[in-house]
C-alpha cells in the first residue's frame, strides 16, 4: 500500500517506531562478525583504497542460460591489455573452464558476482595473487571452502576483476552471506591486503588523491565528507573537525567548484549553502560523462566525424521520436547486471546513446 510504502522510505532514514524492532536481518549469514566490524568504518590511517560492488544473481532452476550469457560476457574479446579475449582461473589453476564451472552451478539457488577494483592496482606485474590471497581470506571468514573462478579486466582503463563465486558452501547447503559482510567486509579484507602488499599510503599519495578530486565534475570523497558535516543544508566551515592544510585547501577548492557547478553559495565568509540533491546531481553529471567518453570513443571506432554538438542521450520514456540510424556500437553499461548500451549514428545527423537495459542487440564488439 501506499501508506507502507511512506513507511518504508521513513524507516529507512532512520525513524523508529516502540511498536517495531530494529532487527533488519542484514547480519543473519556467514561472515556476520566481521562484516559488523568493518561496518563501524575502523579502519586504520594509511590503508589504500579499493571498490568492491556485489550482485546476488538468482538462478532459474534447470535453466542455466543467463548464467552461461554473463560468463560469455567476462571473457569476451578486447578486455585484456592486448585486446584479446578474457582467461578465467582459479584457486589452483590459471586456466579455468567457464563452461565446466557454469554445469556445476546447475541446481544452484543463486551466484555471487563480484567486481574488485583497486586504486594503485596498476602498481601489480599479475592481479592473480591478489585475488587469491583476498578469496583466501573471504574462506576464513566465510568459515567454506568456495568454488570460484575470475578473470582480470584492462578495457576500461582502470585493471579491475570479476569473481563468480558459486551459491553453495563446502556442506552443499546454500551459500548464505551477511549483508554487513557484502556491504563492507569484503571491501574492508581488499584494503588491507592492498596495504600489505603495497605498504601504506603516504602523505603525498593522499594529497594527489585529494587535489585530483577537487575539480571533478562527479561525486568523491570530498563531497561525501562536505554532505556528511552539513546542518539542515547549510556547513559552517568553521565547525568542520580540524584538519591539515592540504585536506582544507582541497575542501575550500571543492565548495568553489560546486559553487560554478551552482549546487553552493556562500552565504557569508565560512557559511555555505549546499544544494540538498548534491549527490544525487553529481552522480548524475559523472555518469553523463561517462557515457559523453565512450560515445567519442565508439565514433572513433567506427570512424564517424561529428562535432561535439550533434550529441544526444535517448531516453525511451521522455522522447517524442524514433532513432532511425546505423548501429556503431553495443557495450555494457554495468557489467555487473549485464545491462547494454547502443550508440547509433542516426540520419537525423546526430549521434545517439541509449541504454537498452537487458536486452540484446546483435553481438558485443
Same mark, same amino acid.
Given at each position: ?25 542484514? &547480519? @543473519? ?8 566490524? !568493518?561496518?563501524?568504518?575502523? /579502519? #586504520?590511517?594509511? =590503508? *589504500? ?5 556485489? &550482485? @546476488? ?8 542460460? !543467463?548464467?552461461?550469457?554473463? /560468463? #560469455?560476457?567476462? =571473457? *569476451? ?26 554445469? *556445476? ?26 585475488? *587469491? ?233
Amino acid at each position: 500500500s501506499f501508506y507502507r510504502q511512506v513507511m518504508d522510505i521513513a524507516y529507512k532514514n532512520g525513524m523508529r517506531s516502540k511498536h517495531m524492532s530494529s532487527f533488519t536481518g542484514q &547480519r @543473519i549469514g556467514r561472515g556476520s562478525g566481521w562484516g559488523t566490524l !568493518a561496518s563501524m568504518g575502523l /579502519m #586504520r590511517g594509511g =590503508q *589504500r583504497r579499493t571498490v568492491v560492488k556485489v &550482485r @546476488i544473481a538468482k538462478l532459474k532452476a534447470g535453466n542455466l542460460s !543467463a548464467a552461461r550469457a554473463h /560468463m #560469455r560476457y567476462i =571473457q *569476451r574479446d578486447g578486455v585484456t591489455l592486448q585486446g584479446e579475449q578474457g582467461q578465467l582461473y582459479g584457486k589452483d589453476t590459471d586456466s579455468a573452464d567457464g563452461s565446466a564451472f557454469v554445469e *556445476r552451478c546447475d541446481g544452484d539457488r543463486h551466484q555471487f558476482r563480484i567486481i574488485v577494483s583497486a586504486d594503485d592496482g596498476a602498481e601489480f606485474a599479475d592481479f592473480k595473487p591478489f585475488i *587469491r590471497d583476498l578469496m583466501h581470506s573471504v574462506e576464513l571468514d566465510l568459515k567454506t571452502e568456495l568454488d570460484w573462478v575470475a578473470v582480470d579486466h584492462f578495457n576500461t582503463g582502470h585493471l579491475h576483476t570479476h569473481i563468480v563465486i558459486r551459491g553453495k558452501a563446502e556442506d552443499h547447503k546454500d551459500l548464505i552471506i551477511a549483508k554487513d559482510y557484502i556491504t563492507h567486509g569484503i571491501r574492508q579484507r581488499a584494503s588491507e591486503i592492498l596495504t600489505l602488499e603495497l605498504g601504506p599510503e603516504g602523505e603525498l599519495d593522499q594529497r594527489l588523491k585529494l587535489v585530483r578530486q577537487v575539480e571533478v565534475d562527479r561525486f568523491t570523497q570530498l563531497d561525501r565528507s562536505i554532505l556528511r558535516h552539513m546542518d539542515q543544508g547549510f556547513l559552517v566551515v568553521s565547525a568542520m573537525p580540524p584538519s591539515d592544510p592540504t585536506t582544507h585547501a582541497a575542501h575550500m577548492g571543492r565548495l568553489r567548484h560546486l559553487k560554478n557547478l551552482g549546487l553552493a553559495e556562500e552565504r557569508q565568509t565560512g557559511v555555505w549553502e549546499i544544494d540538498t540533491n548534491t549527490e544525487v546531481k553529481l552522480r548524475a553529471l559523472g555518469q553523463r560523462g561517462d557515457i559523453i567518453k565512450t560515445m567519442h570513443r565508439a565514433m572513433r571506432e567506427a570512424d564517424i566525424d561529428r562535432p561535439a554538438g550533434n550529441f544526444a542521450i535517448f531516453k525511451g520514456a521522455e522522447a517524442k521520436t524514433m532513432v532511425v540510424g546505423r548501429v556503431a556500437a553495443i557495450g555494457l553499461t554495468d557489467e555487473i547486471t549485464d545491462c547494454h548500451y547502443v550508440v547509433v549514428d542516426g540520419t537525423d545527423g546526430r549521434v545517439h546513446y541509449a541504454d537498452i537495459g537487458t536486452q540484446r542487440l546483435g553481438t558485443l564488439p
